[in-house]
């Protein structure tokens, strides 16, 4: 059965510090790990990781995969009360007719001023 | 924001009774979603629709049909709701999924169905 794990399950930080999520996965026909970001409303997509080892970036928030060991960190540096959401990973798999994703259950991040 | 639009919003209703929602988008996109998200669980895939009439089922599909008659509108219908499937509920859509390029999904605002 296929499975994203992400953790810790919920994190509290001061403003400024700097964070790593955590997301293992064992996905069947995997083609790559998405991150979202779900404040109090729909997920919100922010990185799609496919190549080992390339990291990705978007402002304070970068990303990279390890295929060989199945997991990806989502790191957010200088964090702001902004930052306070639920950070979802997914590994995205080929099945029949589409590519599907699995979601794991989230880290709630917490930005206390 | 991609253009997808859920309906209704929000929903009560009573066990037994059917429920449809709506999911309209404005993207002409091919691949279509439906999920719940429920505390404990995450997102979970009920169906998926890769064109028009094409549907398949997810991880979650006992309880739900779906139906795609045209490209801008994915129905998911409780043909006879009970409490468990009182969730919330996201459409998703994706302009391609397969071949050598897999494009990201964007997500509906959601559907809060409480049944009864």
């Known amino acids: 059965e296929d499975k994203v794990v992400q953790s810790p399950l919920s994190l509290v930080v001061h403003e400024g510090d700097t964070v790593t999520l955590n997301c293992s996965y064992e996905v069947t026909n995997f083609r790559s790990l998405l991150w979202y970001k779900q404040e109090k409303k729909a997920p919100t997509f922010l990185f799609m990781l496919?190549?080992?080892?390339i990291e990705k970036k978007s402002g304070r928030l970068s990303s990279i995969l390890d295929k060989k060991e199945l997991f990806s960190i989502l790191n957010i540096t200088a964090t702001q009360t902004g930052d306070s959401a639920v950070y979802l990973c997914?590994?995205?798999?080929?099945?029949?007719?589409?590519?599907?994703?699995?979601f794991g259950k989230g880290t709630k991040l917490s930005v206390i001023p | 924001d991609a253009g997808i639009t859920q309906s209704p919003r929000h929903k009560v209703t009573e066990t037994g009774t059917p429920v449809t929602l709506r999911c309209h988008q404005t993207?002409?996109?091919?691949?279509m979603y439906w999920y719940r998200q429920d505390p404990g669980h995450g997102l979970r895939l009920i169906h998926y629709?890769?064109?028009?009439?094409?549907?398949d089922k997810g991880e979650v599909s006992d309880g739900y049909s779906v139906s795609r008659s045209k490209t801008e509108d994915f129905l998911l219908t409780l043909e006879s709701a009970t409490s468990s499937q009182t969730s919330v509920y996201f459409c998703?859509?994706?302009?391609?999924?397969?071949?050598?390029?897999?494009?990201?999904?964007?997500f509906g605002p959601g559907t809060r169905l409480t049944v009864l």
């Open positions: 629709s890769y064109g028009v009439k094409d549907t």
């Open positions: 496919t190549s080992s080892g």
């Open positions: 998703a859509i994706s302009e391609r999924a397969g071949g050598s390029s897999y494009n990201e999904q964007f």
């Open positions: 993207e002409n996109h091919r691949y």
């Open positions: 997914a590994g995205a798999y080929s099945g029949a007719g589409s590519y599907q994703l699995t």
